[in-house]
């Protein structure tokens, strides 16, 4: 409803801006004298300087990548309410919070049949081990979907990606509730996760559409700390008492119902270009004239052109330092939260002697550590609001250093391994249970804040792409933790719990340098933030303005690996077998655009 309700308001905004044109120039199909003498008026729907649409505000000549003049849709000004950044705080806190829902659900999804092994292994006679495919089969699925539907948001929008996912997840969850034997459970599990992929990519750029750097320093964590309690809320309601296998199912589908209701009513397109898209669909529809565009519609070409661009992103970004150093580090922090999960009923029942009824409440640590994550935001708020102002900022945000990102890590990072260490070896029935819970709360918060430094990290980097760039991070950690929920219980059971805690925190000793040495050494590629490739999204040169020499419009060049270069530059001159180039990255501005080598009298270099 809210998205319908959106595109009407955008409809009326641009029957308002014609409307002031017509009263101002008249009637928009006729010439005006002066322009015939002055020879400025051509063909009703060919862009001229003498026709009105350019005095409209956020529409302005531009050349598209064919050489052919286009009116460019834009924002009508800085404070343009259509503009998702200018939306009201409470309309931004109640779509982050809609966003909240979507993830705390699929993430619930993620885990709450990995604690009730017992009731599914007895109804299809297969061991533990063979079940756990149940949940790792579903987090193997939000890895591959995530390469399908972080894509699909930046061609589609948020929006439409947020309700097809949702609704498909629904239906396969059902399936998996009314799954006749074990094949078909795991199969309809793998596609449920597949399809429900989209929160902790999708989302995580969702939170960039509407959030200003600075504003994200407590909107991210508003939209974190329920996506990463998810899967400890949806491991204690399996742990409850009288809840089988399929009641795990019709819960999540339950679930999924709600928050599918809610998007559906309440939320709307929040994607930059996609908004600007409908836009320009508007004014192409009112006045009959197709050269209505926005910069990437001018830029991308063909629809296919457009679509091979959207899916080959996420493959282009992993090969940033950056990606590749939080994909890293958050895949061995998703690799120990996985394996931990696995072990409660070996850390507190079997130690403790506690019935199913009581050990879900043990649960309760890790959602207090996850909780207590968000004394740090004042504190990094006014961290990051202290720099700006020390550096002169102009209110944008553009100057905030990304390594003030990494506050949270830093300091949770040491948490992990203390915690884990902590709860292996006090984890005797000789010591007070409230020994292991208090080590439990160390291990949540810890994971919460490396989960909140790398996402802000990487969408402060890539902006509008973010969710691309999080594509590759969430393959991959996702694969490695269905993995490791496969060999977590065989761990527990051959090792014990405190050799397999143990081995837990010598494996998080590894990560706790991680943000520290990013801190201090930081990736290359940051030097050069929010990085726009040419190929994805290159606004074009004005008609009447003439191009700079890029490498004298900033400091920082950045190289990219000479198939991304080539890539790019196959649109800006046809052939990229004949032309090698490089990309250099505008600071200010947030333009990209292509140098071409100097030519040399056998060709170019």
Known sequence: MAFFLQR???????????????????????????????????????????????????????????????????????????????????????????????????????????????????????????????????????????????????????????????????????????????GAQIAFRFLAGFSASAPLTVAGGTVGDMWSPVEKTFALPLYAIPAFGGPVFGAYIGYSRGVDWRWTEWITLILVGVVFLL????????????????????????????????????????????????????????????????????????????????GYPFIFA????????????????????????????????RRTTQQLKNDGDDGSGKAIHRESRLFFAMVGAP????????????????VSIWSPLVASVLVGFSNICVFMSAYMYMIDSYEAYAASALTFNAL???????????????????????????????????????????GKHPPKATENPQLHFTSLVSPPIGWHQTPQNPLQSTPHVANLPIAVVSFAAHRRFKSFLRYRSEIQIERIGLVTQIAPRKRRSGGYM
């Open 8 to 182: 009407r308001a955008i409809q009326r905004h641009v029957q308002t801006e014609l409307q002031r044109v017509t009263e101002f120039s008249g009637p928009l199909s006729a010439p005006t004298e002066e322009a015939k003498e002055l020879g400025e008026w051509e063909a009703p729907g060919k862009p001229s300087k003498g026709e009105p649409y350019s005095k409209i505000p956020g529409i302005t000549l531009m050349e598209d990548c064919n050489n052919e003049v286009y009116y460019q849709v834009d924002w009508a000004s800085p404070n343009d309410p259509l503009n998702p950044k200018k939306w009201s705080t409470i309309h931004r806190i109640g779509a982050t919070m809609l966003v909240c829902l979507v993830a705390f659900v699929a993430t619930i999804a993620s885990s709450i049949d990995s604690a009730v092994l017992t009731s599914a292994t007895a109804e299809f006679g297969v061991s533990e081990v063979a079940e756990s495919l149940a949940t790792a089969l579903f987090l193997i699925g939000m890895g591959f979907g995530a390469l399908l539907l972080s894509p699909l948001s930046e061609l589609l929008g948020r929006y439409l990606v947020y309700i097809s996912s949702l609704f498909v997840f629904g239906c396969w969850i059902l399936a998996a509730a009314l799954a006749p034997n074990y």
């Open 415 to 430: 948490a992990l391994p203390i915690g884990l260490f902590w709860m292996g070896w006090t984890d005797y029935d000789s």
């Open 350 to 381: 079997e130690t403790y002697g506690i019935n199913e009824g009581l050990s879900n409440i043990c649960f309760l640590g890790l959602f207090v550590g996850i909780a207590l994550s968000a004394i740090l935001v004042p504190i990094a708020y």
């Open 263 to 342: 998007i559906l009513l309440l939320k709307r397109e929040s994607f930059a270009p996609r908004i600007l898209s409908y836009k320009a669909d508007c004014f192409r529809r009112l006045t009959g004239n197709k050269n209505f565009k926005t910069a990437a519609e001018a830029s991308h070409g063909s629809l296919g052109d457009l679509m091979s661009k959207s899916f080959l992103r996420p493959f282009l970004l992993c090969t940033q330092p950056i990606v590749m150093a939080f994909t890293l580090y958050l895949t061995i922090v998703y690799i120990i939260l996985f394996t931990f999960l696995d």
């Open 476 to 518: 991959i950690r996702y694969l490695a933790a269905g993995g490791m929920t496969i060999v977590g219980i065989p761990m527990y059971r051959n090792l014990g719990t405190h050799w397999t805690l143990t081995l837990l925190g010598c494996l998080s000793v590894l990560t706790v340098p991680i943000p520290i040495h990013s």
